[in-house]
Protein backbone atom coordinates (compact mmCIF):
# COMPACT_ATOMS: atom_id res chain seq x y z
CA UNK A 1 0.00 0.00 0.00
CA UNK A 2 1.41 3.07 -0.67
CA UNK A 3 0.80 6.20 1.60
CA UNK A 4 0.25 9.88 -0.03
CA UNK A 5 0.38 12.35 2.81
CA UNK A 6 -1.17 15.86 1.82
CA UNK A 7 -0.84 18.94 2.53
CA UNK A 8 -3.55 20.74 2.20
CA UNK A 9 -5.17 22.80 5.32
CA UNK A 10 -8.33 22.10 6.88
CA UNK A 11 -9.93 24.65 4.93
CA UNK A 12 -8.92 23.74 1.58
CA UNK A 13 -9.61 19.74 2.00
CA UNK A 14 -12.65 19.84 0.31
CA UNK A 15 -11.33 21.72 -3.00
CA UNK A 16 -8.00 19.51 -2.67
CA UNK A 17 -9.98 16.70 -2.61
CA UNK A 18 -10.78 15.75 -5.94
CA UNK A 19 -6.98 16.35 -7.16
CA UNK A 20 -5.45 14.09 -4.56
CA UNK A 21 -7.89 11.71 -5.81
CA UNK A 22 -6.51 11.52 -8.89
CA UNK A 23 -2.79 11.64 -7.91
CA UNK A 24 -3.96 8.74 -5.87
CA UNK A 25 -5.04 6.74 -9.15
CA UNK A 26 -2.07 8.02 -10.80
CA UNK A 27 0.43 6.27 -7.94
CA UNK A 28 -1.49 2.89 -8.14
CA UNK A 29 -1.09 2.92 -12.02
CA UNK A 30 2.25 3.60 -11.86
CA UNK A 31 2.86 1.10 -8.90
CA UNK A 32 1.34 -1.81 -11.16
CA UNK A 33 -1.49 -2.78 -8.66
CA UNK A 34 -0.80 -1.18 -5.69
CA UNK A 35 -3.10 0.66 -3.55
CA UNK A 36 -3.09 4.23 -2.45
CA UNK A 37 -4.44 5.68 1.15
CA UNK A 38 -4.93 9.62 1.29
CA UNK A 39 -3.96 10.93 4.66
CA UNK A 40 -3.74 14.62 5.82
CA UNK A 41 -0.55 15.54 7.14
CA UNK A 42 -1.32 16.36 10.88
CA UNK A 43 -2.85 12.61 11.19
CA UNK A 44 0.40 11.24 9.90
CA UNK A 45 3.14 10.22 12.73
CA UNK A 46 5.45 7.38 13.45
CA UNK A 47 2.83 4.94 15.05
CA UNK A 48 0.12 5.57 12.42
CA UNK A 49 2.56 4.80 9.60
CA UNK A 50 4.01 1.95 11.52
CA UNK A 51 0.38 0.59 11.88
CA UNK A 52 -0.15 1.09 8.39
CA UNK A 53 2.97 -0.35 6.95
CA UNK A 54 2.94 1.12 3.56
CA UNK A 55 5.66 0.14 0.75
CA UNK A 56 6.08 3.67 -0.06
CA UNK A 57 4.88 7.19 1.26
CA UNK A 58 4.81 10.40 -1.09
CA UNK A 59 4.61 13.73 0.96
CA UNK A 60 2.66 16.09 -1.62
CA UNK A 61 3.15 19.73 -2.47
CA UNK A 62 1.53 22.81 -0.21
CA UNK A 63 -0.98 24.71 -1.44
CA UNK A 64 -0.13 27.39 0.89
CA UNK A 65 3.16 29.36 2.15
CA UNK A 66 5.24 28.11 5.06
CA UNK A 67 4.30 31.18 7.58
CA UNK A 68 0.42 29.79 7.09
CA UNK A 69 1.70 26.81 8.71
CA UNK A 70 2.48 25.63 12.75
CA UNK A 71 4.86 24.02 13.09
CA UNK A 72 3.87 21.94 15.92
CA UNK A 73 1.30 20.12 13.23
CA UNK A 74 4.62 19.53 10.90
CA UNK A 75 6.97 17.69 13.78
CA UNK A 76 5.49 14.77 13.80
CA UNK A 77 5.82 14.07 9.93
CA UNK A 78 9.01 15.86 9.92
CA UNK A 79 10.46 13.73 12.77
CA UNK A 80 9.34 10.41 11.31
CA UNK A 81 11.09 11.53 7.82
CA UNK A 82 14.28 12.31 9.60
CA UNK A 83 14.22 8.72 11.52
CA UNK A 84 12.39 6.66 8.99
CA UNK A 85 14.97 3.90 7.60
CA UNK A 86 13.24 1.35 5.89
CA UNK A 87 10.59 2.95 3.70
CA UNK A 88 10.83 4.56 0.44
CA UNK A 89 9.92 8.07 0.72
CA UNK A 90 9.08 10.40 -2.31
CA UNK A 91 9.08 14.49 -1.12
CA UNK A 92 7.51 16.60 -3.80
CA UNK A 93 7.53 20.34 -4.29
CA UNK A 94 6.85 21.79 -0.79
CA UNK A 95 7.85 18.84 0.98
CA UNK A 96 10.96 18.80 -0.74
CA UNK A 97 11.41 22.34 0.57
CA UNK A 98 10.25 20.48 4.01
CA UNK A 99 13.05 17.76 4.00
CA UNK A 100 15.40 20.50 2.96
CA UNK A 101 14.74 22.55 6.15
CA UNK A 102 14.57 19.46 8.68
CA UNK A 103 18.28 18.40 6.99
CA UNK A 104 19.74 21.62 7.03
CA UNK A 105 18.58 21.97 10.84
CA UNK A 106 16.09 24.79 10.48
CA UNK A 107 12.69 23.11 12.24
CA UNK A 108 13.64 21.84 15.06
CA UNK A 109 13.33 24.54 17.85
CA UNK A 110 11.56 26.90 15.20
CA UNK A 111 8.53 29.08 16.39
CA UNK A 112 8.03 29.64 12.51
CA UNK A 113 8.79 28.61 9.13
CA UNK A 114 9.41 31.04 6.05
CA UNK A 115 9.42 30.69 2.55
CA UNK A 116 12.78 30.70 0.51
CA UNK A 117 11.89 32.55 -2.77
CA UNK A 118 14.47 32.18 -6.13
CA UNK A 119 14.28 35.93 -6.63
CA UNK A 120 12.09 38.63 -7.39
CA UNK A 121 10.73 38.95 -10.26
CA UNK A 122 12.39 41.28 -12.76
CA UNK A 123 11.34 43.92 -15.18
CA UNK A 124 9.54 42.51 -17.92
CA UNK A 125 9.23 38.75 -16.93
CA UNK A 126 5.81 37.35 -16.73
CA UNK A 127 3.42 37.20 -13.77
CA UNK A 128 2.56 33.70 -13.82
CA UNK A 129 0.09 33.65 -10.70
CA UNK A 130 -1.45 37.14 -9.75
CA UNK A 131 -2.62 35.71 -6.80
CA UNK A 132 0.41 33.77 -5.23
CA UNK A 133 3.28 36.15 -5.11
CA UNK A 134 3.31 38.20 -8.23
CA UNK A 135 6.18 40.29 -6.91
CA UNK A 136 8.40 36.93 -7.48
CA UNK A 137 10.09 35.18 -9.93
CA UNK A 138 7.57 31.49 -10.59
CA UNK A 139 8.84 28.51 -12.59
CA UNK A 140 5.63 27.45 -13.97
CA UNK A 141 4.72 25.48 -16.91
CA UNK A 142 7.26 21.90 -18.11
CA UNK A 143 10.68 22.52 -17.99
CA UNK A 144 13.65 20.66 -18.96
CA UNK A 145 15.80 19.22 -16.41
CA UNK A 146 19.62 19.18 -16.36
CA UNK A 147 20.47 15.64 -15.08
CA UNK A 148 23.75 16.40 -12.38
CA UNK A 149 24.40 12.87 -11.23
CA UNK A 150 22.63 9.82 -13.00
CA UNK A 151 19.46 8.04 -10.88
CA UNK A 152 17.78 5.48 -11.65
CA UNK A 153 14.85 7.55 -11.37
CA UNK A 154 15.43 9.20 -14.81
CA UNK A 155 16.27 6.17 -16.68
CA UNK A 156 13.37 5.94 -18.59
CA UNK A 157 12.81 9.58 -18.79
CA UNK A 158 13.52 11.50 -21.85
CA UNK A 159 17.27 13.48 -21.92
CA UNK A 160 16.07 16.06 -20.83
CA UNK A 161 13.73 14.91 -18.59
CA UNK A 162 10.65 17.75 -18.99
CA UNK A 163 8.38 17.82 -15.47
CA UNK A 164 6.02 20.26 -14.84
CA UNK A 165 6.99 23.40 -12.32
CA UNK A 166 4.67 25.44 -10.09
CA UNK A 167 6.98 26.95 -7.55
CA UNK A 168 8.33 30.18 -6.33
CA UNK A 169 10.67 28.78 -3.66
CA UNK A 170 13.42 26.42 -3.65
CA UNK A 171 16.36 25.06 -1.03
CA UNK A 172 18.88 27.18 -1.00
CA UNK A 173 21.25 24.43 -0.16
CA UNK A 174 22.54 21.24 -0.18
CA UNK A 175 21.58 19.49 2.90
CA UNK A 176 24.04 17.82 4.44
CA UNK A 177 23.90 13.73 3.43
CA UNK A 178 22.25 14.36 0.11
CA UNK A 179 23.42 13.83 -3.71
CA UNK A 180 22.15 16.67 -6.36
CA UNK A 181 20.38 14.81 -8.93
CA UNK A 182 19.20 17.26 -11.20
CA UNK A 183 18.83 21.56 -11.56
CA UNK A 184 17.23 23.88 -13.73
CA UNK A 185 18.97 27.35 -14.76
CA UNK A 186 17.03 29.20 -11.85
CA UNK A 187 16.57 26.09 -9.53
CA UNK A 188 19.87 24.33 -8.22
CA UNK A 189 18.08 21.87 -6.25
CA UNK A 190 15.48 19.97 -8.22
CA UNK A 191 15.66 16.94 -7.23
CA UNK A 192 18.19 14.92 -4.59
CA UNK A 193 18.44 11.82 -2.95
CA UNK A 194 19.63 10.94 0.70
CA UNK A 195 23.02 8.62 0.31
CA UNK A 196 22.00 6.50 3.66
CA UNK A 197 17.87 6.62 4.05
CA UNK A 198 15.54 5.93 1.62
CA UNK A 199 14.60 9.55 1.05
CA UNK A 200 13.73 11.66 -2.25
CA UNK A 201 13.22 15.27 -3.22
CA UNK A 202 11.94 16.80 -6.40
CA UNK A 203 11.09 20.28 -6.39
CA UNK A 204 8.49 19.27 -9.80
CA UNK A 205 5.35 17.99 -9.82
CA UNK A 206 5.72 14.30 -11.59
CA UNK A 207 2.24 13.11 -10.88
CA UNK A 208 1.29 15.98 -13.11
CA UNK A 209 2.37 14.75 -16.17
CA UNK A 210 0.48 14.70 -19.57
CA UNK A 211 0.43 12.59 -22.67
CA UNK A 212 2.94 14.91 -24.40
CA UNK A 213 5.35 15.38 -21.41
CA UNK A 214 4.85 11.77 -19.32
CA UNK A 215 8.52 11.87 -18.10
CA UNK A 216 6.21 11.99 -14.57
CA UNK A 217 4.97 8.79 -15.18
CA UNK A 218 8.02 7.60 -16.14
CA UNK A 219 9.90 8.74 -12.46
CA UNK A 220 6.75 7.86 -10.49
CA UNK A 221 7.13 4.29 -11.89
CA UNK A 222 10.47 4.02 -11.42
CA UNK A 223 10.19 4.79 -7.79
CA UNK A 224 6.71 3.09 -6.79
CA UNK A 225 7.49 -0.29 -8.69
CA UNK A 226 10.52 -1.37 -7.27
CA UNK A 227 8.66 -1.28 -4.23
CA UNK A 228 6.81 -4.77 -4.77
CA UNK A 229 10.05 -6.45 -6.02
CA UNK A 230 13.16 -5.38 -3.63
CA UNK A 231 13.71 -4.31 -0.05
CA UNK A 232 13.73 -0.73 0.97
CA UNK A 233 17.43 -0.36 1.96
CA UNK A 234 18.14 -0.28 -1.89
CA UNK A 235 16.35 2.61 -2.65
CA UNK A 236 18.73 4.22 -0.43
CA UNK A 237 21.76 3.74 -2.54
CA UNK A 238 19.52 4.35 -5.60
CA UNK A 239 19.70 0.46 -7.03
CA UNK A 240 16.56 -0.46 -8.37
Known amino acids: MILYVTFAQTDERANWAATYARHAERFEAASAGQRCLILPYDMADASLIARLQPTAVILSGFARSFEDYRVEDLMPIANWTRDNADIPTLAICGSHQLIGMIFNGEVDGAHALADRPMRPRRPGEPITNPDYHPDYFMERGFYELTIVEDDPLFAHCGQPPVMLESHYCEIKR ?47 EAFLRCTNAQPAPSIATGAF
Not at 188 to 203: D, E, K, S, T
Not at 215 to 220: E, I, T
Open 174 to 220: LPEGFRLLASTPECRIQAMRHGRLPLVGVQFHPEDYTDRFPDGRYLL
